[in-house]
């Protein structure tokens, strides 16, 4: 095994360069993306809503007291989400920022933007509730974006911009919430094996809608543990000494990713030169709901933003008390996890997905 020996001052440019040599001391090298762009829900929403008319909105304490000088930007959570731990290890930038955002610089638009707006997903009557951006809607955003860089860089470099960028694509919660069990407006016409049917075939149109503004590496999200969200035990209506996951929400969200895992490899094979992987999201957080001392949490079954059990969005309001220790919780609301959680989950996806994309860039 080789061995990298280093002796300097600790600077910040010290400490970086050698979390760049300790992975490719382990034999993978990081790949080299020019820019990434993120697509979805509130799970990676950066700050869209904050510019659109929804009451699905997070640019107010108490979200953001962990972000960097504790600000409410517009994230569901208490800090950053996992496109920005991704941005920084793959060495692209510290956070994605909203491509709604008037004020955004053209240095910005270089290195990649965020789409993704919460309360969106793959159905169209999911943001029919919500007023969100509906997943549909996010790639003509992309155009607009395209069309900025080519008045910036040229059209030839804007197409080799957007080819070698890494898209992250993460939706699908709302959709089962919102139209099949909370809301069970799709259960009218669907069983949960076709309902999920219907996602997925909206996401193949999703994915082939970037694909034709051309984009080829893309991370595609499954389901987390939908019954474990503490928003859906609290639907339940049970007193907190009972709350447990919905296991039969689960065992769908499982189904619906095991569908996922099977569809993507079928969809790159009609999308010549793309890379789409799979993103396992329901793992990461079912390992730190079922073994939390085993990661440093103590709370599960509700969010740290008031009572745990229904508070989200306005209702997680700056008059809302909060837990005193966020990195024991989970969930930061009722259906967001906490900074802590995301780093969890990024850390995992990073072994789980870089390593399969380790040749992009290296020739």
């Known amino acids: 095994m ?62 953001g007291q962990d972000f960097p ?50 309360g969106s997903g793959y159905d169209e009557l999911t943001t029919a509730a919500t007023g969100a951006i509906p997943l549909s809607k996010q790639p003509q955003y992309l155009k607009s974006y395209i069309e900025r860089l080519n008045i910036i860089v040229g059209e030839d470099k804007a197409r080799s911009i957007i080819n070698d960028s890494l898209v992250v694509i993460s939706a699908g919660p709302n959709d089962f919430i919102f139209n099949f069990y909370d809301i069970p407006t799709r259960r009218l016409h669907f069983d949960t ?44 209506l049970k007193p907190p000494y009972l709350r447990t996951c919905l296991h039969h929400q689960n065992r769908d969200a499982q189904s619906y990713n095991q569908k996922l895992v099977n569809l993507l490899p079928q969809l790159q094979v009609s999308l010549p030169g793309t890379r789409l992987i799979y993103s396992d999201v329901y793992e990461p957080l079912n390992n730190l709901i079922t073994n939390p001392q085993k990661y440093g949490f103590v709370e599960t079954s509700i969010g740290c933003c008031g009572t745990g059990t229904v508070e989200a969005g306005g209702f997680c309001s700056p008059n809302t008390p909060v837990c005193a220790n966020h990195s024991q919780y989970v969930f930061w609301d009722t259906i967001h996890p906490s900074e802590t959680t995301y780093r969890y989950v990024a850390e995992y996806l990073e072994n789980e997905i870089l390593a399969q994309l380790s040749d992009i860039g290296s020739h």
């Open 2 to 63: 080789k061995k990298c020996i280093l002796t300097m001052a600790p600077t910040l440019f010290f400490i970086l360069l050698m979390q760049l040599i300790a992975t490719t001391c382990n034999g993978v090298s990081p790949p080299k993306f020019s820019a990434v762009l993120i697509f979805g829900d509130s799970t990676v929403d950066t700050g869209n809503n904050n510019y659109i008319d929804t009451a699905f909105r997070a640019n107010h304490t108490p979200y």
């Open 69 to 118: 000088d504790h600000i409410a930007t517009g994230r569901f959570s208490n800090g950053k989400l996992v496109p920005d731990f991704l941005a920084t290890k793959l060495g692209i930038k510290e956070t994605a920022p909203p491509f709604l955002d008037p004020n955004l610089p053209d240095y910005e638009l270089l290195t990649g933007v965020n789409f993704a707006s919460a």
């Open 193 to 236: 094996d076709a309902y999920q049917d219907f996602v997925q075939y909206r996401l193949q149109i999703f994915v082939q809608e970037l694909y034709n503004l051309g984009c080829r590496t893309m991370i595609i999200s499954g389901l987390p543990p939908i019954g474990c969200l503490p928003i859906q035990m609290s639907a339940k």
